[in-house]
């Protein structure tokens, strides 16, 4: 099993939308883990840090659920600028990013 | 606080040449990681360093690829006699101590081969 897994997508919503994705990891042992974005053939950047059950900032919220072993992202009031990849990974093995999923807003 | 520094952004090589990405943490990062990424593929791990000692190398070809990060200087990620499947976007990464530290990611190196 990978150590994390995330649905590809694309996710094609319009602005103004709510969505969600979900990133499940295999490893129970990890404690905290981090969303990041990344545009087209740019750098990933940190986008949040999730610690404890969750975070929120804005419009992004991360939820995390420990007894089945996943994360997810919620964005609220989706703006064209958030159409990117969206990453994910746990601190227990900062090696090995999700293979992300990309979001497209649509006008 | 300048970010983590990548150079060049491009680099270009025919061939059987040698390449040298360079990457200068952030100030206060002891941890350096490499990454390369093809097109339209995800980040695919290649090494883990801090200062002077590699500890995790086990995303690296065993052949033609090695990386150093000494105890002065930038970290070099070296590939020699490169192939054309070497063409990708290497990402440089550091973060400070400590397992909750996240990765700040540098702007990249695109390798192109001739």
């Known amino acids: 099993r990978k150590e994390v897994e995330q649905d590809p997508g694309p996710f094609n919503v319009p602005e103004g939308a709510t969505v969600a994705f979900n990133c499940t990891y295999s490893n129970s042992a990890s404690q905290s883990f981090f969303w990041y974005r990344q545009d087209c053939r740019k750098e990933p950047k940190l986008l949040m840090s999730?610690?404890?059950s969750g975070n929120e900032d804005g419009r992004f919220t991360a939820q995390l659920n420990r007894a089945s072993q996943y994360i997810s992202l919620l964005i609220r009031d989706s703006k064209l600028s958030d159409s990117a990849t969206y990453l994910c990974?746990?601190?227990?093995?900062?090696?090995?990013f999700g293979s992300g999923t990309k979001l497209n807003v649509k006008p | 606080n300048a970010g983590v520094m990548q150079n060049p952004r491009h680099l270009v090589r025919r061939r059987g040449q040698e390449a040298r990405l360079r990457c200068s943490p952030m100030?206060?990062?002891?941890?350096v990681y490499w990454y390369r990424q093809l097109p339209e593929e995800g980040l695919k791990f290649m090494v883990y360093?801090?200062?002077?000692?590699?500890?995790?190398e086990s995303g690296m070809p065993k052949e033609r690829f090695s990386a150093e990060f000494p105890k002065e200087g930038p970290s070099i990620l070296r590939i020699q006699q490169v192939v054309r499947g070497d063409s990708a976007a290497y990402f440089c990464?550091?973060?400070?101590?400590?397992?909750?530290?996240?990765?700040?990611f540098g702007n990249g190196t695109r390798l192109t081969v001739t």
């Open positions: 990974v746990p601190n227990f093995n900062k090696f090995y």
């Open positions: 999730v610690y404890s």
């Open positions: 100030k206060g990062h002891s941890h």
């Open positions: 990464a550091s973060s400070r101590e400590g397992v909750n530290s996240p990765l700040h």
């Open positions: 360093l801090q200062k002077e000692n590699i500890i995790d």
